[in-house]
């Protein structure tokens, strides 16, 4: 290594570079040639501009770098435009919630819709402490599936924040909700797999207390009253794939072997059907299998899995419009709005192979 004259064998350090100087409102109009007033109602979208005007001051403040200043524009409005974010299922592991398929989507869908209504997002552990956000201007906060009576909601609601969640919060002042309707969601998986020759459709569920969960549940038990069949439930005690495959065993386990498995539990598609065979299975042709799943994995198994989709992606559009509607409105009465599901059948469910569908729930 060459060293520089003079350096005494140390080399000399890189001077800093100074920022360079913001680019202003006022730079912006000089050097488009327009006044401070018309660029700035060209970039907020206000005024009567014409097209070529409103383009010209656009156009100039992105060639230059201007960006506004958005402290600036919070003084004025008296509004932080910040959404915190909190998965209620998983407090006992604060941030699994992300090597979920399910929640990956649906928090990415949720930023990404915020944004584009001029919102951010801030993500907070599952099970945050109110110290955690107390302190941070939230015009709201959603909480996905909440557990029962989950103290996060309480706090919120306590504290005059809009909370944002699932219809266990329906009808409360200061509360929104976006759900899907899981005892449809259910009948229709079930009466599926009875259309398809199965009689003894065994489900897999996390043993949690979130009103989805719940709901799914009930809805099986009926079910299976109201067709003269034995519920056959197995519960996984966590969440992930290790909890899940167990409880996968010991549905397939059982001395009177299901027909028909119906896996609720988030897990890996590939991994029911390597328990299937683990435990002496054809899919479909000893087992009809659907999975509860956003997992890209399922429809290129072998065979493809069926999946019921709780589309995350429609769930957070129509959410964070119903929110930002109340927001903008100042309205504190309840709202919610329920979203289908859909029902992929692929080869997995199907006796006899042939092609799949959908159906939405």
Known sequence: MTEAPGSGGHASPTPSRPAPPRVRLVDVAREAGLSKTTVSAALNGTGRLSPAVREKARETARRMGYRPNATARQLRAGRARLIGYVVGEFAGRPWAYLESPYFAQLTSATAAAALRRGYALVMLPAGSLQSEW?????????????????????????????????????????????DVDAGAAVRETLDHLREQGARRTAIVLPDSTTRFHQGVLSAYRDWCAAHGDTP???????????????????????????????????????????????????????????????????????????????????????????????????????????VPTR????????HGGGSGGTVSV
Do not use: M
Request: hydrophobic share 50%; glycine share 4%.
């Open 232 to 338: 056959r439930v197995a519960l996984a005690a966590d969440a992930g794939n290790g909890p899940v495959v167990r409880a996968v065993d010991d549905a397939l386990a059982a001395a009177e072997r299901p027909d028909a498995l119906f896996v609720v539990a988030e897990l890996s598609p590939p991994l029911v059907l390597e328990a299937a065979r683990r435990h002496g299975y054809d899919v479909p042709r000893d087992l009809l299998v659907v999975c509860v799943s956003e997992d890209a994995t399922a429809a290129h198994s072998d065979p493809p899995v069926s999946t019921l989709s709780l589309q995350p992606w429609e769930i957070a559009e129509a959410g964070i419009e119903l929110l930002v509607r109340a927001l903008e409105k100042g309205d504190e009465q309840p709202s919610g709005v329920l």
């Open 134 to 178: 107390a302190d941070l201007p939230f015009e709201a906060v959603i909480v996905a599936d909440p557990v029962a009576d989950d103290a996060v909601v309480e706090d919120l609601l306590a504290a005059r924040i809009p909370v944002f969640s699932d219809a266990s919060v329906a009808g409360r002042t200061g509360a929104h909700w976006v």
């Open 343 to 350: 029902l992929l059948v692929r080869e997995s469910s199907r």
